[in-house]
């Protein structure tokens, strides 16, 4: 038989085996990672909507945390991973648009080396600091940071990961120099400010609002045109006078080549956890919000990892700054 007809056969022969196991999806327990520290926003966001996604696809979803530079480590082991739908990921803003300014040799391109599956929630950062701080508000404490910083630390979930970047710009517009400090995860770092090894932050609400609640920590400002329902009596920086505003997100993505039919059961589920009014409830306790309809699943993913890279990636530029 000539070679094409054989490849033909080849292809369809591979795609007929296939077809079960794209139907029968997922027919054991699927393990998402989470390229951060246990504890942490995107770790807790993660494991709320997929407890919902495991009861709804019939199978255990298990949580693998796997942090260090910035997220990028953990997000390269998923770019890397068997297309089979056994392996996803929840990156955020850092990992899958901030990470290709600052990484020169990132191993995966956050718009073409994943399978889009959806966005799981966007939250507003918060800028807090450790409960002895002085400063009564928002101006007042950029005039002490204006004045101490040399002498001041900032906790950051690594290089490139919205912490990071977040306080990267945060920084450069008020010509901040602290000792930046580097941890796996805001989870382990807000343990640090608690506890007062720390002097500010600049981090996902969702991370920070019991610490808030319990007094433990200060807040100065949510970096939003809105409060917050769940903190309605902390002022956003527009009311503290700045235009600081810094909304953050976390995604699910597949390994690129991941079948469509998969990334369309994962998108569903997720789609169908996010409507579902105890996780809306638990998003809300949490300062976080579900992206709207028209921009969950695979579309709306690919559309904001593109604008996000083309916003964020002069301003990282511009502050010159690169990982080693
Ligand atoms: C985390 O879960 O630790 C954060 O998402 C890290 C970050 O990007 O700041």
């Not at 995604?251 to 059961?265: C, F, N, R, S, Y």
Request: contains cysteine.
């Amino acid at each position: 038989m000539p070679l094409m007809p054989r490849l033909i056969m080849g292809v369809l022969v591979l795609a007929a085996l296939n077809l079960p196991a794209v139907a029968q999806y997922p027919s054991k327990p699927i393990t998402v990672i989470v390229p951060f520290a246990a504890g942490g926003p995107t770790d807790v966001v993660t494991r709320l909507v997929c407890e919902h996604m495991s009861r709804t696809l019939g199978q255990p979803i298990i949580v693998e945390n796997v942090g260090g530079a910035g997220g990028t480590l953990g997000m390269t082991r998923a770019a890397q991973a068997q297309p089979s739908g056994y392996t996803i990921a929840v990156g955020n803003m850092g990992t899958q648009s901030a990470a290709p300014a600052l990484y020169p040799n990132l191993k995966y391109d956050p718009a073409k080396s994943f399978a889009q599956v959806g966005i799981v929630n966007f939250t507003p950062q918060a800028i807090v600091a450790k409960k002895d701080t002085a400063a009564g508000s928002l101006k007042e404490f950029i005039h002490f940071l204006k004045t101490n910083h040399s002498k001041l630390s900032y906790g950051h979930a690594g290089v490139g990961s919205i912490s990071h970047v977040a306080g990267l710009v945060f920084n450069a517009k008020f010509s901040l120099e602290p000792t930046l400090v580097p941890y796996r995860g805001t989870g382990p770092a807000i343990q640090d400010l608690v506890g007062g090894q720390l002097d500010y932050m600049i981090d996902q609400s969702l991370n920070v609002i019991p610490q808030i609640k319990a007094g433990t920590i200060k807040v100065y400002a949510i970096a939003a045109p809105e409060r917050l329902a769940s903190l309605p009596d902390v002022p956003t920086t527009v009311e503290g006078g700045s235009d600081f505003i810094f909304s953050a997100w976390n995604a699910m993505v597949a390994p690129k080549g991941t079948p469509t039919d998969i990334v369309t059961k994962l998108a569903d589920a997720l789609s169908k956890a996010l409507d579902d009014p105890v996780v809306q409830a638990r998003y809300v306790e949490l300062g976080s919000s579900v992206p709207k309809g028209a921009d969950r699943g695979p579309t709306g993913l690919q559309k904001l990892v593109e604008s996000e890279i083309a916003h964020i990636t002069p301003i990282i530029k511009a502050a010159g700054v690169i990982a080693n």
